[in-house]
């Protein structure tokens, strides 16, 4: 049975890992036909849709109705943090940089996780964490650079901004987000739905809210039903499996060069040197800040 387990434990991983692989080239396909609030909103409207249907799939909706009672004001502002101002910040990255910029940038989150961590959940900083984290932003300093690191001339600056912030606020809902009780599909499906008019009221605010054309329909609806939802809830089949989640986590390692492979073929950017080295020292920061903690789940990215 053990071994039964162990199999769907890496293949629900595996599942989740390619899909995370894809969705930097989905962003930045659907940024062609949408502004960064239009895709937000159809993709949250889908991702809705689609962790509605896992609620009710699973059997969850009288857990989702005395979670609404007891914690809708919590699940509300945490819904404004994700999905609204960390996905709208991530967009705003993609759309001023190139896909394998932003994409090793925001893949930081994990060591920004560990540094809030410090000061938001007590946790001691060790020194694996803050030598992971100088290899980490190494990096992202050559990725940012395109290898020129002594001249520390950005493409857009701004844009790295972005997508560093993304890692803050995806560190704080994290965060917040451990510190509530009930089922975790339950929450992000609320999170979701309960900050859609807003996403909604930002979409007509700062945008247009139709005419879209079909091509940014359809690349809105890949982003919220796989990265969005169903890797969410296919992340969570892994952990549930997992003898040791470390095992079926280190998994995530695999993906930001699995993306810039799908950078290259779909959205026909060519790879320049200095990306892959920097995403290198970004993984391999982050593999150091990993180093001796004690198995615990990963947070779906």
Known sequence: MAEVDRRKAYLY?????????????????????????????YASAVSTVALGCAVLVQGKVSHLWSE???????????????????????????????????????????????????????????????????VCYAGVLVISTHGDVFALHFTDSFGVVLALGSTVL?????????????????????NFALSLPFVGLYCAWQSSLWPVPIEGLVGAGYVGLFEMGVAFVL???????????????????VSPFLSLGFIYLLVDEAIRPSTPVGLALVIAGLVLQQMGRSAQPIPNR
């Open 170 to 190: 995806w560190a704080l809902y994290w965060i917040f987000n451990t510190r509530e009780a009930g089922d975790p599909i339950v929450r992000l499906f609320l």
């Open 13 to 41: 991983g595996i599942a989740t890992v390619l899909l995370w692989s894809t969705v930097a080239s989905a962003f930045k396909l659907s940024l062609r036909y949408l502004d960064y609030a239009q895709l937000l909103l």
């Open 68 to 134: 609404a009672r007891r914690a809708w004001g919590r699940a509300l502002l945490l819904g404004l943090c994700n999905p609204l101002a960390y996905y709208l910040v991530l967009f705003s990255a993609y759309e001023r940089l190139p896909a394998q910029e932003a994409q090793p940038l925001n893949y930081t989150w994990a060591l920004t996780l560990a540094l809030l961590s410090v000061p938001l959940l007590k946790q001691r900083l060790r020194w694996q964490d803050g030598v992971g984290g100088i």
């Open 235 to 253: 992340w969570q089949q892994a952990m549930r499996y997992a003898e040791n989640t470390a095992q079926v986590g280190n998994l995530i390692f």
